[in-house]
Each structure stands twice: as structure tokens, then as C-alpha cells.
């Protein structure tokens, strides 16, 4: 790993160009500003290695630092604090400003600098990173089955929809508690809507910082809930909506809509809503893929008179087509451009029809003779 070019610097570069570059790629790079994690955590290593003037002796000779010339008992196996510098001029000693905390991105430092957290608050909030992270939960998604017509999935069509779900309630306004009445600061994380929690990783003791379960974040309590909700800000209601089916639109298609879904939590995220679309059993048509295929008798003397027979489509109109006399029974007709309508492109599938002979249970006797004379003529 080339810590020179992560950092962006030359070899030369001095104490105060590796501080001034990690301020610039930290800034760049943070997980609360959309950062890349990965590359923060590479732009943190090549700084604690290039920030130490015997590590990055170590480096420039041998490529590498050897595990014997680390700092002990630093919490992320050494940010270099202890000559009261670190990267943005703040004491290792402790206090109000001794510390690291990467706010929602659930990393932090602790180890012999005491409570590693406040230093990046201190930067950070400087640049509008650090906020306070209510954890409440966002609402449910909703999933609910719309049957429909062959003929409304063919030409498309508007359906009003009703459905039994959480929604915000009125009273508070989706709040949960009454807002005139005031706060409380959270006896939990005092006020900071955050506790943290140390684990072991490769890289040391890594400080994770959750949302405060107490105040869902807030570092406030409320003093007056809500009596309708009783705080959740949400209750049970139904919702009336009209969603657009399109043509071509296939069974077991969803369709999805934002945010009309379950209310969240004290006025977060709604849920959304799906759709799975059901089309009913059509009596005469059915449906594979784009295209429709339809049974249809006839009888065997049209098809050697060549007369024509009427084909019925699913727009409603009757086709009059006519059976070629040496068409191969065997063979299914097809007409196209008479199926359904390609969902979101151009054109339509085609129109099968099975052609099935239909023959007569009994015959008269002048029939028989015709049919006698007939088989002697072909």
C-alpha cells in the first residue's frame, strides 16, 4: 500500500502538508458526509503511519512498519496523540476535545486517550456533519393482491383501492407527543441522543456509536404523549387510493408507490405500497405471454367450401378469416397483431386459434349418400 500516493503527497512532503492532506481527504472522504468507508479507513491508516516520525522512517526504507515500533495501548493501534498534536491541534490528555467520534458511520476510537469522541464532533460539526440520529423506525411496506380483467389488462385502466393500514395520526401530527409542552433531556445518554460501546477488532478497540434506545435518538424526552397515538405517532386506518394499470401489464406484476405505505415512527419515512396484480380466468381467451389463444370449432364442409369463420378478439371485434382448404389441422392459425400489448414497448403478440373439428353425432341417410358421392369425386 503506497501511503504517499493515498494521501495524495510527495515523499518530501512535511509534518504539516501530511496534516493539512488528511484534513482535505477526511473532510472528502467521511461516512456522514457519503463517503467511502473503505477508502476513509486506508486515509486514516497512511496518516497515523506518515503522521509518526519513526514509522514513516521505517516505511521509507523498508516499505513497511514492523509491529515492534507501535504505540501501546492506543485504541486503533495508534493515532499518534501523545505529543499533544493529532491531526487537528487537540490534546491526547482528555477533556472536551480528546477524542473521535464518526457519528453515523458507527466508528469510533478509545483506548489510553480517554473518551476518543469529541475530537471529530468538534471538527466535523464545524462542517455540518454531526447531527443528532433519531432512530425511529421508518414505516412498513405494504403488500396487497388487485384483481383484474383480461380485457383491463389488454386496453389498461384506473382502479380504486382501499386497504386497512397504520396511518399517521391526525392528533399530533404523526409526532407522538404534544410539542408545546416541552422536552426533557434524556437521563440515558444526557442530552447526546447517542451511547457507545467498545468491541475488539483487528484494528484494536473500536468505539461503535448507536442512537440512544431511551430517546430513539433524540436526546429528548418528551413530557406530555400523545393520548390518541400514545406516542407512536401513527394509528390504525385505511387509505383510499387510485392506481393506473397499464396495458400488457402481466399476472403477478407488481406495481410499486412510495411512500403511501405504513406511517413510520413519530413522523419518519412512510412505507410503500405493492401491488401484485391478479387477472381473472378469462372464458374465452387465454393468455401466455403476449400472446391469446382461443379454441374455435368448425365445421369440416366450411373448410372445403372455403367459407369463413368468425374469430372473436379480446378489443370486442369479430375477424371473418378464412381457413386455406389445404391448411394442416395439426397446425394452429395464427393472426397476428391481434394478442396483447407488449408491457412498456411497441407492437402486440399474436392471436393462436386451435382449430377443432367439429363433427355431427348422426347423419341422415341422404347426408351418408352425399358423403358417399363426395369420397368418390376427391
Known amino acids: 500500500m503506497d501511503y504517499y500516493k493515498i494521501l495524495g503527497i510527495n515523499k518530501d512532503a512535511s509534518e504539516e502538508g501530511v496534516k493539512k492532506a488528511f484534513r482535505k481527504l477526511a473532510h472528502k472522504y467521511h461516512p456522514d458526509k457519503g463517503g467511502d468507508e473503505k477508502k476513509f479507513k486506508e486515509i486514516s491508516e497512511a496518516y497515523q503511519i506518515l503522521s509518526n516520525k519513526e514509522k514513516r522512517a521505517q516505511y521509507d526504507r523498508f516499505g513497511r512498519v514492523f509491529s515492534g515500533s507501535q504505540q501501546t495501548g492506543g485504541g486503533f493501534n495508534g493515532f499518534d496523540f501523545s505529543q499533544g498534536g493529532g491531526p487537528f491541534g487537540f490534546s491526547a490528555q482528555g477533556g472536551p476535545a480528546s477524542g473521535w467520534d464518526f457519528g453515523q458511520s458507527g466508528f469510533g476510537f478509545s483506548g489510553d486517550f480517554g473518551d476518543l469522541s469529541d475530537v471529530f464532533d468538534a471538527f466535523f460539526e464545524g462542517m455540518g456533519v454531526k447531527q443528532k440520529r433519531r432512530s425511529y423506525h421508518g414505516g412498513a411496506d405494504v403488500q396487497i393482491a388487485q384483481e383484474i380483467d383480461l380485457e383491463e389488462a389488454y386496453r389498461g385502466a384506473e382502479k380504486k383501492i382501499k386497504y386497512s393500514v397504520f396511518v399517521k395520526c391526525e392528533k399530533c401530527g404523526g409526532l407522538g407527543h404534544d410539542s408545546k409542552a416541552g422536552f426533557d433531556n434524556c437521563e440515558t445518554c444526557v442530552g447526546r441522543g447517542e451511547i457507545k460501546e467498545v468491541r475488539k477488532s483487528f484494528f484494536g478497540d473500536i468505539m461503535q456509536v448507536k442512537a440512544c434506545p431511551k430517546c430513539f435518538g433524540a436526546g429528548q424526552i418528551p413530557k406530555k404523549v400523545c393520548e390518541v397515538c400514545h406516542g407512536a405517532g401513527k394509528i390504525r386506518g385505511e387509505k383510499n387510493l387510485t392506481i393506473e394499470i397499464r396495458p400488457g401489464i402481466s399476472e403477478g406484476q407488481i406495481i410499486k408507490i412510495q411512500g403511501v405505505g405504513e406511517a413510520g415512527e413519530r413522523g419518519a419515512k412512510e412505507g410503500?405500497?405493492?401491488?401484485?396484480?391478479?387477472?381473472?380466468?378469462?372464458?374465452?381467451?387465454?393468455?401466455?405471454?403476449?400472446?391469446?389463444?382461443?379454441?374455435?370449432?368448425?365445421?369440416?364442409?366450411?373448410?372445403?367450401?372455403?367459407?369463413?369463420?368468425?374469430?372473436?378478439?379480446?378489443?370486442?371485434?369479430?375477424?371473418?378469416?378464412?381457413?386455406?382448404?389445404?391448411?394442416?389441422?395439426?397446425?394452429?392459425?395464427?393472426?397476428?397483431?391481434?394478442?396483447?400489448?407488449?408491457?412498456?414497448?411497441?407492437?402486440?403478440?399474436?392471436?393462436?386459434?386451435?382449430?377443432?373439428?367439429?363433427?355431427?353425432?348422426?347423419?341422415?341417410?341422404?347426408?351418408?349418400?352425399?358423403?358417399?358421392?363426395?369420397?368418390?369425386?376427391i
Open 272 to 377: 410503500d405500497l405493492y401491488v401484485i396484480v391478479k387477472i381473472k380466468s378469462h372464458q374465452i381467451f387465454k393468455r401466455q405471454g403476449d400472446n391469446l389463444i382461443i379454441k374455435k370449432d368448425f365445421k369440416m364442409v366450411d373448410l372445403m367450401l372455403g367459407k369463413k369463420v368468425d374469430i372473436p378478439t379480446i378489443s370486442g371485434n369479430k375477424l371473418k378469416v378464412e381457413i386455406p382448404a389445404d391448411f394442416d389441422l395439426k397446425d394452429n392459425l395464427k393472426i397476428r397483431g391481434e394478442g396483447m400489448p407488449k408491457f412498456g414497448g411497441f407492437g402486440r403478440g399474436d392471436l393462436i386459434v386451435e382449430l377443432n373439428v367439429k363433427t355431427p353425432k348422426k347423419i341422415s341417410l341422404k347426408a351418408k349418400k352425399i358423403l358417399e358421392d363426395l369420397e368418390k369425386e
